[in-house]
């Protein structure tokens, strides 16, 4: 029992728990409520050390895994959601628009031709915006098939 010693923890994220050093167990500390769990040193990004337990720290920054709000996270993944729903409409609607324009093409109703180019035209500007796309060149957006 000598080779045993006693410290407690006073980390803000750990609380005061008392941790066991056994130099012959494993990594070197373990928790009496978790026996056989090891615990290591651990420094984080702003300089502290502590004892931990390896699985519930982030693996960047040192902190405790749950120091992290996930919201962030979330309403990033839902904003892209929506901005690829809304993609797939925009290009639903120039599908549409294009075969619209083909078939007026083809039976030589030219005001309603030019009526489908300008909106599927439109709806391919409306895609350029969404995703941020580059434009290199000055002359109008012009939608694929046409």
């Known amino acids: 029992m000598e080779d045993m010693m006693y410290f407690s923890s006073q980390s803000d994220f750990m609380g005061n728990q ?8 494993g990594m070197g500390y373990y928790s ?36 992290f709000s996930h919201s962030m996270a979330d309403a990033i993944h839902e904003q892209n959601h929506t901005k690829l729903e809304e993609s797939s409409n925009l290009h639903k609607e120039m599908d549409i628009a294009v075969d619209k324009y083909h078939d007026a093409i083809r039976y030589g109703d030219y005001d309603e031709a030019l009526k489908w180019e300008r909106i599927a035209n439109d709806r391919q500007s409306s895609l350029y915006n969404l995703w941020d796309t580059p434009r290199y060149s000055s002359g109008p957006v012009r939608a694929s098939s046409l």
Do not use: E, K
């Open 32 to 67: 009496p409520l978790f026996p056989g769990m090891d615990m290591i040193s651990v420094t984080d990004m702003f300089g502290f050390t502590r004892f931990c337990d390896p699985m519930s720290v982030d693996i960047m920054s040192g902190l405790p895994a749950n120091a």
């Open 18 to 25: 008392t941790f066991t050093y056994a130099p012959n167990a």
